[in-house]
């Protein structure tokens, strides 16, 4: 995998949150959101002097946990972790634990004291639409949170053989099978483009997953995971900037025929 992580290439906002985030893993357990919420302020400049602690970020985004959720919302091999749950509420109900995307994009904005705005994407996530927005969003000084349902991608340590043939094929049934299978957030930092498939670069949350919590998945594979098609109802992508970048934001998406609202 070492040589296809050199084809990288990185988003324009994205080294000051990937600085960060080997140092920052592993999430706690049901606080995938917060995780994100606290590296997002990274975004940008002027960053924060001291990012706030899971925990607090989990406050501010309204994060709910709920016990009866165990080893079935981590990946394979992950001890638990509940650092701080003493502090957060309780769910009524194991589906209502986690974070939403209204209230992580909220709680972003709120950390950051107006300095950085989530804006959310939604649609129907064909991969030519997320290819093209991706393409669209690379150059600009944002962050990418993505919510996905993991059923929906390859194994995080794919051989480097099936993905240099996903590359020149864009034939995606090649690869391992999910690790698990949950809705998650994740970070999305760059990508190589391929003779005929693109591949994605993610941050995840555990260093289980991937190459120290990254990993590389097929375009199609992620678009899967984000759409309504999915085994979960459909998902999307929160982009964080400063917010004068809502308009060029909003502008792509409804040019590739998605719309800058919630999904949840």
């Known amino acids: 995998m070492s040589e296809l992580w050199d084809l990288v290439v990185p988003f324009a906002g994205t080294a000051p949150v990937l600085t ?17 919420a606290r590296l997002a302020l990274l975004t940008g400049t002027p960053g924060p002097g001291r990012l706030p602690s899971q ?14 959720l165990d080893a079935d919302v981590r990946p394979s091999g992950q001890p638990p972790n509940r650092t701080g749950w003493d502090q957060l509420p309780r769910a009524t109900a194991p589906a209502h634990a986690g974070t939403s995307g ?9 950390l950051a004291a107006g300095r950085l705005e989530a804006v959310p994407v939604s649609g129907s996530w064909r991969p030519e ?10 150059d600009l000084p944002a ?38 299978d949950v809705g998650h957030f994740v970070g999305i930092w760059g ?24 990993h590389l998945q097929p375009l199609t594979r992620l678009a899967r995971a984000l759409g309504a098609d999915s085994a979960h109802r459909g998902r999307g992508l929160l982009v964080v900037g400063e917010p004068s970048l809502r308009t060029v934001v909003q502008d ?5 025929g998605l719309r800058t609202a919630f999904w949840d």
Do not use: K, M
């Open 191 to 214: 990508r190589i483009v391929g003779d005929r498939g693109t591949l994605v670069a993610v941050a995840d949350t555990y260093e289980v997953l991937g190459s120290h919590g990254r």
């Open 129 to 138: 639409q997320l290819g093209g927005l991706l393409a669209e969003l690379a």
């Open 55 to 68: 925990v607090q970020a989990a406050e501010a985004t309204g994060t709910q946990v709920h016990p009866a």
């Open 143 to 180: 962050f990418i949170i993505a919510n996905i349902a993991t059923a929906a991608l390859w194994g995080s340590h794919s051989a480097d053989s099936a993905l240099r043939g996903y590359l020149g094929s864009g034939d995606d049934t090649g690869g391992p099978l999910p690790d698990w």
């Open 102 to 110: 209204r209230r992580l994009a909220a709680g972003i904005g709120d």
């Open 252 to 256: 792509a998406a409804e040019n590739l």
């Open 20 to 36: 960060e985030h080997g140092r920052a893993l592993p999430q706690i357990d049901q606080l995938c959101g917060p995780f994100w």
